[in-house]
């Protein structure tokens, strides 16, 4: 369970869910379910790209930055993670990248 916390281990056991097509075992972790809602709470549970506009969103999901699957080494940094809402996180994926279903969270 330890070597999780490692990069290393980290983007072992993550490479082993993509090759199962089981990238949602990631999102049913404890330490992400723990760092997710922790980034909730820190970014006030809040909308970021909302608020960049000056509104004010209730953040529904916590999105990488950086993908699980392309950076699987950094699904666990905080600074990787932004609280948005389901609009604003559905605009983000594509505008950025085809792949979305995997993400839900
Ligand atoms: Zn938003
Ligand atoms: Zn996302």
Redesign the pocket.
């Known amino acids: 369970m330890n070597q999780r916390y490692t990069p290393e281990g980290l983007t072992r056991w993550i490479q082993e869910l993509v090759a199962a097509d089981n990238i949602h075992g990631f999102y049913i972790c404890k330490p992400w379910i723990h760092l997710r809602a922790l980034v909730l709470k820190e970014q006030h549970y809040e909308?970021?790209?909302?608020?960049a506009?000056g509104?004010y969103?209730p953040?529904a999901t916590v999105h990488h930055e950086k993908t699980v699957r392309k950076f699987p080494w950094l699904a666990l940094t905080k600074s990787n993670l932004t609280a948005?809402?389901?609009?604003?996180?559905y605009?983000r994926h594509h505008k950025t990248e085809s792949k979305w279903n995997d993400e839900k969270w």
Do not use: F, G, V, W
Request: glycine share 0%; net charge negative.
């Open positions: 909308c970021q790209d909302c608020k506009k509104l969103t953040a948005l809402c389901d609009e604003c996180h605009a």
